[in-house]
């Protein structure tokens, strides 16, 4: 029960936040993809590398364990693929789809009910996948700091100063 | 309709303090952000009413139980939060097409609905296929530098690009 009420109020900070950002409409969603507005890579990129500090202090002191998905080039390449022709298409991703919803965005709502049949769709799938596309390219959980030898902090300074590199470009580009 | 003018907070803004969130789940709760699993999970609830013997048979879905989860939990506040922050700052309207769809292809409220019920589904099976969507491949996965996390949010933008660029090819209508 904790767990729901854990998972709830969290979902309600991070919907209250992508709300805030802006980043849950369709015209932000697809001006990232049209290279003509780049609001989600700011929000996307600020999340990631503030969360990539913080999970690894905590992973570091014993606070934290990582949850690492594997990597099967088959599915991610190919999945990867038909997930952003999709995006493309809706202009949502699954999390911003239900924050659009509550802005009043009536279109995520036809998103969403095409997600639920594309889950249905893929259960259907899953056996045949599972034997084929699935057993591709199967790396498993591995990440860069093991790919590449090096400590995560390395990989972790290099990214942010990358990342704001990015930002300042993004910045006189005025995108 | 006259909506209220509102710009927001800085992406850079709400973005780290959605880095800290996640921080703050993980530490307390050890809870990863993620989004598309729960579609799976909702859609085995529906099928469980015409024929729950079915899916109590089918792998994908012993693999993810049709139940209600913390990420499930998560989803429905996604949409709870949004609504909260988008009335206090008045920027909550009905809409049913995106001003940058009604640009190029006008007011047609059918062909939007279609193209994103169509945009559903195959974003939803490319999702469960790649095993998570910008929320946890996007960001939870490349946050704790997951190899798997970088490739697909790379496709996610590839696959996007290909279509944008054929669907808003020519510029816009006006």
């Known amino acids: 029960m904790t767990d729901l009420i854990g998972g709830l109020t969290t979902g309600i900070l991070f919907g209250f936040l992508l709300q805030r950002g802006q980043v849950i409409r369709y015209d932000k969603q697809i001006g990232a993809l049209r290279l003509q507005d780049m609001t989600i890579i700011k929000y996307m990129l600020s999340t990631i590398c503030v969360g990539m500090v913080g999970v690894y202090l905590l992973y570091d002191m014993n606070f934290a364990k990582l949850a690492i998905k594997p990597t099967i080039l088959g599915g991610v390449v190919i999945g990867g693929l038909l997930f952003g022709i999709g995006w493309g298409l809706l202009g949502y991703c699954p999390g911003t789809a239900l924050a659009a919803l509550g802005e009043g965005r009536l279109d995520a709502g036809w998103g969403i009910l095409g997600m639920l049949v594309g889950a249905g769709l893929y259960a259907e799938a899953y056996p045949m996948l599972k034997n084929s596309v699935l057993t591709w390219g199967d790396f498993g959980k591995i990440t860069l700091p093991q790919v590449l030898g090096i400590n995560h902090w390395i990989i972790i300074v290099f990214f942010i100063f990358s990342t704001f590199a990015l930002f300042r470009w993004l910045h006189t580009k005025k995108i | ?174």
């Open chain 2, 1 to 174: 309709m006259i909506i209220k003018q509102d710009n927001g907070w800085s992406p850079y803004f709400a973005g780290a303090l959605s880095g800290l969130l996640l921080v703050f789940s993980v530490g307390v709760a050890g809870k990863y952000f993620g989004a598309s699993t729960t579609f799976v999970r909702t859609t085995g609830m529906v099928e469980k009413i015409f024929g729950a013997d079915r899916v109590a048979h089918m792998p994908y879905f012993i693999k993810e139980a049709p139940i209600i989860d913390w990420q499930w939990m998560f989803v429905i506040g996604i949409f709870i939060g949004s609504l909260i922050a988008a009335t206090l700052f008045g920027s909550f309207c009905w809409k049913s097409l995106p001003n940058t769809w009604i640009e190029h292809f006008g007011e047609n409220k059918t062909l939007r609905a279609v193209t994103a019920f169509l945009g559903g589904i195959i974003a939803m099976f490319g999702a469960r296929l790649a095993d998570g969507c910008p929320s946890g491949h996007g960001i939870s996965g490349s946050l704790q530098l997951a190899v798997s996390g970088f490739i697909a949010l790379i496709c996610f933008f590839i696959g996007g690009m290909i279509v944008v660029r054929i669907l808003y090819r020519g510029g816009d209508q006006s």
